[in-house]
């Protein structure tokens, strides 16, 4: 027995010296420790041994078993920590190396002044509100006080998809929207895409962009359309900037205006961006006509208010000296990444 087992422990100590790796190890770990294993096979044995020999035999397997036990569990931990060694040595950064610039997307110069917009109007307490692209004739023209022999329903200016249906040729709707659902006082202003059968040039498209803005309360007046859209001018085109107002026609509004700015190109001379005039349009307004509020239930012998149309792309275009409104629409990335912040 003694001699079985001294021959056994040389044989595992040879190989577990030739081993390779982990999966040789495991194999011969099973081979000699497993259920079937060598070792095994020597403790059932000691039964053919007298009983007064057992104790001791049992004793040299047991010890042959905690040294090889032993001897396996140095050799794993050996042979995992030179995986690790090596696993390690390949992950190896190299932090010296430069690193890559990630393009990152920006605003569009619509948003961005859109947002700039927002930011002036909202700390004077409007809130924004978004309005359908498709339109019914009803919400564009009828309940906006534009009777049925307008120019303005013309063919020629309006996308139609069926007789009564359309593509929105102003964000104007959204009054009728809102004073459907809100009653005064309200302050709003909805921006968004409007329609119109234009021409391209360098100062059209039939796709373009406004805001609107609504402002319904008891007592309000012209005064303070003037002074809401003047505070909007400085704040927008910085507080030299000059505002004008020209009196204008709007069905839904009465009175109406068109507000000018000063040409931020020449500073009021004249040039080739306003024209020779010194002067930049930039939006259109007026006080809430009776008629329309009544449409929407509002008492106009109560209640007064005043409406603006801005034109986004004026603004965009004159607020970043951009000479051609169809690089707005073009989406060039090498023009629109100067613009992304
Ligand atoms: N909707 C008008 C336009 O498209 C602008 C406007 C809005 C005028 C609100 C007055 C009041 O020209």
Not at 106 to 119: A, T, Y
Not at 192 to 201: C, F, I, L, N, S
Not at 289 to 301: F, K, M, Q
């Amino acid at each position: 027995m003694k001699e079985k087992l001294e021959q056994l422990r040389s044989q595992v100590l040879e190989s577990l010296d030739k081993l390779s790796d982990k999966k040789e190890l495991d194999e011969l770990r099973v081979r000699v420790m497993g259920k079937k294993g060598q070792l095994t096979e020597l403790l059932r044995g000691m039964g053919a041994l007298p009983p007064e020999e057992r104790p001791k035999a049992g004793q040299l397997v047991n010890s042959l078993r905690v040294e090889l036990e032993a001897k396996f569990d140095e050799i794993e931990a050996r042979m995992e920590e030179q995986l690790k060694n090596s696993r390690l040595a390949e992950e190896t950064l190299d932090i010296t190396m430069p690193g890559k610039r990630r393009k990152l997307g920006g605003l569009h110069p619509l948003n961005s002044v859109l947002e700039e917009l927002i930011d002036i109007f909202r700390p004077m307490g409007f809130d924004v509100v978004d309005g359908p692209e498709i339109e019914t004739e009803y919400y564009i023209f009828e309940a906006l006080n534009v009777p049925k022999d307008h120019p303005a329903r013309d063919e020629q200016d309006t996308f139609y998809l069926t007789d009564d249906i359309l593509l929105r040729t102003q964000t104007s709707a959204a009054q009728i929207r809102v004073m459907e659902h809100l009653k005064p006082p309200i302050r709003i202003i909805s921006p968004g895409r409007v329609y119109r059968a234009d021409e391209v040039d360098a100062t059209h498209s039939p796709v373009f962009h406004q805001v609107e803005g609504l402002v319904g309360d008891k007592g309000i007046t012209m005064c303070d359309l003037k002074g809401v859209l003047e505070q909007f001018a400085h704040e927008m085109y910085g507080p030299e900037t000059k505002v004008r107002f020209r009196p204008s026609f709007f069905p839904f509004t009465e009175p109406s205006v068109e507000v000018d700015v000063s040409c931020g190109e020449c500073g009021g001379k004249g040039c080739r961006v306003c024209k020779g005039s010194g002067w930049i349009e930039i939006l259109g307004a007026g006080m809430v006509h009776p008629n329309v509020l009544s449409v929407c239930g509002i008492d106009p012998e109560e209640y007064s208010g005043f409406a603006f149309g801005i034109g986004l792309d004026r603004l965009t275009t004159t607020r970043h000296k951009i000479s051609d409104i169809r690089l707005l629409f073009e989406n060039d990335r090498r023009f629109l990444e100067q613009f992304s912040r």
